[in-house]
């Protein structure tokens, strides 16, 4: 069963401090979701370590109930850059 874009922020939301989270549907499945996630708790991280804060937010649901997640992280200052 996919999960739904909203729950996804929400797991998100709750793993990474002040996350601001836009969720797109990219296939009109509920399966295939972008994510772009700005936070301030990416300063200074490099991108691989922004994006497994992300998956450990979602608590090991990649590649299983959450088949597909395009993801683009950014820090609040550079958000509009990217």
């Known amino acids: 069963m996919p999960m739904a874009g909203a729950d996804i922020a929400a797991m998100i939301r709750a793993g990474v401090p002040d996350a601001e989270v836009t969720m797109t549907d990219l296939a009109g499945d509920n399966d295939h979701w972008a994510a772009r996630v700005v936070s301030p708790a ?3 991280l490099p991108r691989v370590k922004q994006h ?5 937010a979602l608590g090991g649901r990649m590649g299983g109930v959450l088949h597909a997640l395009q993801l683009t992280t950014a820090v609040p200052d550079t958000a509009a850059q990217n």
């Open 42 to 44: 990416f300063a200074g």
């Open 52 to 56: 497994q804060m992300v998956y450990n």
